[in-house]
């Protein structure tokens, strides 16, 4: 697949996909499983999930400038059932946000596979901070507002630096710094961050910021590709969720529930990862 004016992580991760489909065998698509509507009464969801016809499963975030809006109008659930996985895979490269939504999901359905062909299976979670190890003298940056956290961390006394996109959020005050400027990571040496970067672009413009960080965890659903580029980047775990009881987690989803323990959250980091070429050798022989 040609993708050369993309940026390197979506490139990466598109032409990894076209690799694990030649090396394991083309797959289909089973179903697509959206949330809810946002203005449905009383229900809540952020994740589209993508099922191949092996049962392996693929989530991403949905709630981008009208995206799921956009896979709803789209009737992109029915569109793509018993569609090539390739063709949603393309759709990472796109500029629409529905389609780089299924793509990225596809990507994590077709890494899922292999994690299983190959015998890989990634560690537990310890914590929700991605094995950060938060320890006073700490300071501790966020991309993304995840409130639990940021409740967590001020209770242990380590102060907080959060990027945040919308002005009218920005303060500072003691011990929490909210602000738009992504050079203010550069004075923390721990870093979370949301995931989402895989899908609106900041990737790349943010991962400099993290490279006087010792610790850089990115976290969520939509975290379940190949990790390897992101490792590259100066990334030191990545904390998913692993789909454990595939048809629960389906009627879940499609529910706007909470996933419960149809998930178990895992925590992947360098040092415990074969790498992607190992993986495909090792999946390849099985």
């Not at 697949?1 to 394991?24: C, D, F, H, K, Y």
């Not at 991309?143 to 959060?162: C, M, N, S, T």
């Not at 992947?268 to 022989?285: H, M, Q």
């Amino acid at each position: 697949m040609n993708t050369p004016l993309l940026p390197p992580v979506r490139r990466w991760l598109i032409e990894a996909a076209g690799r694990i489909e030649a090396s394991l065998g083309p797959r289909r698509i089973e179903r697509v499983v959206l949330p809810p509507p946002v203005d449905a009464p009383g229900q809540m969801g952020e994740f589209c999930a993508v099922m191949l016809d092996d049962g392996s499963i693929g989530t991403a975030f949905t709630l981008l400038a009208g995206t799921l809006d956009s896979l709803h109008r789209g009737d992109l659930a029915d569109v793509f059932r018993g569609r090539p996985a390739g063709e949603l895979v393309a759709g990472y490269g796109s500029d629409d946000g529905a389609l780089r939504a299924l793509g990225l999901a596809t990507i994590n359905a077709l890494t899922r596979q292999l994690f299983e062909r190959a015998g890989f299976i990634p560690d537990d979670a310890v914590d929700s901070f991605g094995t950060l190890g938060l320890a006073t003298g700490d300071t501790l940056g966020m991309v993304g507002f995840f409130p639990p956290l940021v409740a967590k961390a001020r209770e242990l006394g380590i102060p907080l630096v959060v990027l945040e996109l919308k002005a009218e959020l920005v303060r500072e005050e003691p011990g929490l710094t909210v602000t738009l400027d992504p050079g203010r990571l550069a004075g923390c040496n721990k870093i979370i961050s949301t995931s989402t970067l895989l899908l609106n672009d900041t990737f790349e413009r943010l991962a400099p910021h993290f490279h006087a960080a010792r610790a850089v965890a990115l976290v969520g659903p939509s975290a379940g590709c190949l990790p390897d580029p992101l490792f590259a980047a100066g990334i030191t775990a990545i904390g998913g969720s692993w789909v454990v009881a595939p048809e629960a987690f389906l009627v879940r989803c499609a529910a706007g529930e909470r996933w419960g323990e149809t998930v178990r959250k895992y925590t992947l980091t360098a040092a415990r990862y074969p790498g992607f070429e190992s993986l495909l050798a090792r999946a390849c022989k099985s």
